[in-house]
């Protein structure tokens, strides 16, 4: 896959996303995804992305730099929305809160196999 080509594949999955059309999720992530080091399955990443949709209502991937190495994504991903409850272990409560996600991701077969994700926590944190 060339780097255009992964690009507009990673802005597809993204927009997948933001509209939670999870029928499609399967066309771009794998079987066999594994998430920070764990293999949790294309299912386990569907329930996953459905629960922070669940305890986040506004959640909204923005896309502020991407970088394609092919097989491989490099993403920081912005994010201005209302968690309710506690998010990340912080009592945000419904509080809106901004904050970024450096993720980086390996394909295989041409779809998402391997996603490291770090998320600004102390950002959050200073914002309580």
């Not at 092919?70 to 201005?80: G, H, V």
Request: hydrophobic content about 45%; some cysteine.
């Amino acid at each position: 896959m060339i780097k255009t080509d992964l690009s507009d594949a990673y802005r597809n999955y993204i927009a997948c996303l933001n509209e939670q059309d999870w029928p499609q999720l399967g066309a771009f992530v794998h079987d066999d995804v594994h998430y920070n080091g764990k293999l949790i399955g294309l299912a386990g990443y569907r329930a996953m992305l459905e629960g922070d949709f669940a305890a986040i209502p506004d959640l909204y991937f923005a896309i502020r730099l991407l970088i394609t190495d092919p097989p491989n994504i490099a993403c920081r991903l912005n994010f201005d929305c209302t968690p309710q409850g506690a998010f990340l272990g912080l009592p945000v409560n419904g509080k809106r809160v901004a904050f970024t996600e450096n993720v980086f991701y390996e394909l295989r077969s041409g779809k998402i196999w391997q996603v490291w994700s770090v998320i600004d926590k102390a950002a959050i944190e200073a914002q309580l």
